[in-house]
């Protein structure tokens, strides 16, 4: 049995004992017992977070997410260039389509992977690369949005600019992938 099944076996049996000895009186709860089922609740959710981020940080995790991040962010920015090159030929209410089709698994991929990006590159550039990222992912809604509501020329326009967020993600993760 993993640390996780523990922790959450802890964590639910701790809630149990917790309800019923709050069930017991309809007016007082009985604290001397109460406080030390909430201890051990707290004990299993510590036990949890713990076993989560040393999961998290393992190495062949982190290698692996980060080959994903930088496959994934490759892949966005390749598909918004031929995307940006097409967007004018396209009708309106086709670019929303495109957007699902082209980004929807790689901004995933990404987003699963991010929390590596701490780990291996520390807190600045985590919030430097999901900062673009960020942005170039709410541009990539304003797209879809604008072409469900039939804006074509605010659509392609904020093609230009998810790219341009997108291609500053990669250029981060670029330099301090090389820099590790």
Same mark, same amino acid.
């Given at each position: ?36 089922? /909430? ?12 076993? &989560?981020?040393?999961? !998290?940080?393992?190495? $062949?995790?982190? $290698?692996?997410?980060?080959? @994903? ?26 670019? &929303? $389509?495109?957007?699902?089709? &082209?980004? &929807?698994? $790689? /901004? ?37 949005? !604008? ?15 998810? /790219? ?12 301090? @992938?090389?820099?590790?």
């Amino acid at each position: 049995m993993t640390i996780d099944r523990i922790a959450l076996l802890i964590i639910a049996a701790s809630f149990l004992t917790g309800t019923y000895l709050a069930s017991l009186d309809e007016v007082l709860v009985k604290w001397v017992f109460f406080v030390p089922v /909430l201890l051990v609740g707290a004990l299993g959710v510590v036990l949890l977070r713990r076993s &989560r981020k040393a999961q !998290a940080s393992a190495s $062949h995790v982190l $290698h692996g997410n980060r080959d @994903t991040l930088i496959s994934s962010l490759n892949a966005i920015v390749s598909s918004l260039q031929d995307f940006d090159a097409i967007k004018e030929t396209l009708p309106t209410d086709q670019l &929303r $389509h495109e957007v699902d089709q &082209r980004f &929807r698994g $790689h /901004l995933l991929a990404f987003v699963e992977a991010r929390e590596s990006l701490s780990h291996l590159y520390g807190l600045s550039f985590y919030a430097q690369i999901m900062s673009s990222f960020a942005a170039g992912e709410r541009y990539l809604n304003r797209v879809w949005s !604008a072409s469900t509501d039939g804006y074509g020329e605010e659509a392609c326009a904020y093609i230009s600019r998810a /790219l341009t967020q997108f291609r500053e993600a990669q250029d981060v993760l670029a330099k301090v @992938t090389k820099a590790a």
